[in-house]
């Protein structure tokens, strides 16, 4: 499954039965959009899509720790992981958490390739233990999640460029 959008849209293909991909470009030179998912601060004003994300902890090393909590609609949802690799400011993989569903634990590698026209394309690899948690992820609204994410994100990058 392949869905194909403009440029500032998400990309979401899933390449293997236990695998999504989301392609997504960004307005904005890497290094900025680098800081944006790594910075605390940043991450903070777009990754809860409006809503209120306290930054628990964000040791964005190898081996470090993070975990967010959002507050949306009256409830409270954690999400954490551990970072495998840190490459500034081209890569990053972690593992994706959610306290919903503990045990059941995502492979997401990041990576941030520069397009030369001040541009950053932005491609998340994720990997699941099996087929029925790839499918109950892309089930969940993921996508209309992470896109909503990302045009916060673009609204971030404006103000930072």
């Known amino acids: 499954m392949t869905t194909s959008t403009p440029a500032d849209s998400l990309s979401v293909s899933t390449p293997g039965d236990r695998e999504i991909q989301i392609a997504r470009i960004f307005n904005a030179p890497r290094v900025i959009v680098w ?3 790594t910075e605390p601060q940043l991450v903070a004003q777009w990754w809860g899509r409006g809503n209120k994300l306290e930054i628990e902890r964000m040791v964005v090393e190898r081996g470090g720790h993070w975990r967010f909590v959002e507050h949306a609609d009256g409830e409270q949802h954690g999400f954490e992981g551990r970072y495998r690799e840190v490459t500034p400011p081209e890569r990053l993989v972690y593992t994706f958490e959610w306290d ?7 492979v997401d590698s990041v990576t941030l390739e520069d ?13 699941f233990h099996t087929s029925a948690e790839r ?3 892309l089930e ?7 896109s909503a994410s990302y045009v916060a994100l673009d609204q971030l990058l404006d103000s930072l460029k």
């Open 115 to 127: 397009l030369g026209d001040g541009r950053t394309r932005v491609v998340t690899h994720s990997i």
């Open 35 to 37: 800081r944006a998912m």
């Open 100 to 106: 919903g569903m503990p045990g059941y634990v995502v």
């Open 135 to 137: 499918d109950g992820m």
């Open 140 to 146: 969940s609204g993921m996508s209309q999640g992470l």
